[in-house]
């Protein structure tokens, strides 16, 4: 059984891939955020990982070996850089041109340095549209190029955790090593028992509940939009269902997860409410303000789905362990 994976975490942020790998006993050996802040909070909750700033400007033989690269990288729009650009940045050529000015482009160039095993990547489902599939079409090409057999698929975090959450998962493995031939599967839906009110905490500020003028104005502006015939307008939770996707503008003003109270304005979650809702246990430190957090639990993964799909990635590892050490044996 490959019982111990060695991974690396980028775009870290939160620690979602930390916290869902680490609790099948698998191992960060490095990680990479370019905030300050998040950086601070990830030493906090992962004193073990040595964690590096702006992930470009990073010694790529620095970079300890490792079994699977994770991330989720920012879904910022491709841009083709012109040659002249490239030369500027004194960034290489061949087939990761196409993803030059982009975020996926250190994802890439990190993989064809160090050639792991596997990885596993998270993004938001439109990705896949994107500019007429376009995008997409040059991530899986740029990957394949690199010499991995790709596997994708938008898995909804409901199954996981009660929120309604569709995103992207890809993931690769590389095929001089398992020759394209990897039964891997994305894991099942299965049906989950959480509803929202298991994530609620029982006692919570007062300052959480909407003011008067900031719930007049949510509800004048989903008028407007329902007249116009829009769909756009506040999520009132159905506490016995799931939420909305929750998002990085959620400081904003709360709406898209709206929690109804008695005889009184709605209310927002608190940090530690969307900390649960994205599968983070209760002794995760959360030190920043409330804004820095609901930005950063916005943008996190659903980390009991980041589990339930590493777990069918080492599966895929400890057949090929497996086979090697049958190789081993009948040479011996």
Request: hydrophobic share 35%; charged share 25%; proline share 5%.
């Amino acid at each position: 059984m490959f019982s111990k994976l060695k991974f690396i975490d980028l775009y870290a942020g939160l620690g979602g891939f930390h916290q869902g790998l680490s609790k099948l006993g698998h191992t960060a050996v490095w990680a990479s955020e370019y905030n300050e802040n998040l950086r601070k909070l990830y030493k906090l909750n992962y004193p073990g990982t040595p964690i590096k700033g702006d992930i470009f400007k990073v010694d790529l033989n620095s970079i300890p070996d490792h079994d699977m690269i994770c991330g989720g990288f920012p879904c910022q729009p491709f841009s083709i850089a012109g040659v002249s650009k490239k030369n500027s940045l004194g960034r290489a050529h061949g087939f990761l041109d196409e993803t030059q000015g982009t975020l996926f482009f250190d994802i890439a160039r990190i993989i064809k340095h160090k050639k792991p095993k596997t990885f596993m990547l998270e993004n938001v489902k439109n990705l896949v549209s994107h500019d007429k599939k376009k995008t997409f079409k040059v991530i899986i090409s740029t990957l394949e190029k690199l010499g991995y057999n790709v596997h994708f698929k938008v898995l909804n975090g409901k199954h996981y955790v009660p929120q309604n959450r569709e995103r992207i998962i890809l993931v690769g493995f590389k095929k001089s090593i398992f020759k394209s031939k990897e039964t891997f599967k994305f894991p099942d839906p299965k049906e989950s028992n959480l509803v929202f009110r298991d994530i609620l905490e029982p006692k919570v500020d007062e300052k959480y509940t909407l003011s008067d003028k900031l719930w007049s104005y949510l509800q004048e502006h989903a008028r407007k939009h329902k007249a116009k015939g829009n769909g756009f307008g506040f999520g009132m939770t159905d506490l016995n269902g799931i939420s909305r996707t929750i998002s990085a503008r959620y400081y904003k003003d709360g709406s898209e997860v709206l929690i109804p109270q008695k005889c009184k304005n709605p209310r927002r979650l608190t940090p530690r409410e969307c900390a649960r809702l994205q599968g983070f246990p209760d002794k995760f430190i959360i030190p920043v303000s409330n804004n820095q957090a609901y930005k950063q639990f916005g943008n996190s993964v659903v980390t009991p789905l980041i589990q339930a799909v590493a777990k069918n990635i080492v599966k895929e590892l400890s057949k090929i362990n497996e086979s090697n050490q049958s190789k081993i044996a009948v040479l011996q």
